[in-house]
Nanobody, 117 residues
Framework: QVQLVESGGGLVQPGGSLRLSCAAS????????LGWYRQAPGKQRDLVAH???????TYGDSVKGRFTVSRDNAKNTVSLEMNSLQPDDTAIYYC???????????WGQGTQVTVSS
């Protein structure tokens, strides 16, 4: 069973930065697509960033130019560097992995990001 452990959330002022990390165990990371999603209170869960097994990256429109996703297959980690954070970025951020052969998907437990002065 896939285990995902997220870290790096917290409280930050508008304009600040945070870095989220997601560590995966019990999988061959190279066979997975990776993604970060977020869900604000009362809203649906939306894509933040996605990185394919081959390294192709897609960002949600609201974070383009501010967030950067990266993967380290050797360390089984996917990271999300978030800059110029705004109150609208406040949400629970979830890590997701999806096997490219079986399409089986797993979610992390989520980490809270709060942007407030």
């Amino acid at each position: 069973q896939v285990q995902l452990v997220e870290s790096g959330g917290g409280l930050v002022q508008p304009g600040g930065s945070l870095r989220l990390s997601c560590a995966a165990s019990r999988i061959d990371f190279r066979a997975y697509q990776l993604g970060w999603y977020r869900q604000a209170p009362g809203k649906q869960r939306d894509l933040v960033a996605h990185i394919s097994s081959g390294g192709t990256i897609t960002y949600g429109d609201s974070v383009k130019g501010r967030f950067t996703v990266s993967r380290d297959n050797a360390k089984n980690t996917v990271s999300l560097e978030m800059n110029s954070l705004q109150p609208d970025d406040t949400a629970i951020y979830y890590c997701n992995v999806r096997n490219i052969f079986t399409s089986v998907s797993s979610w992390g437990q989520g980490t809270q990001v709060t942007v407030s002065s």
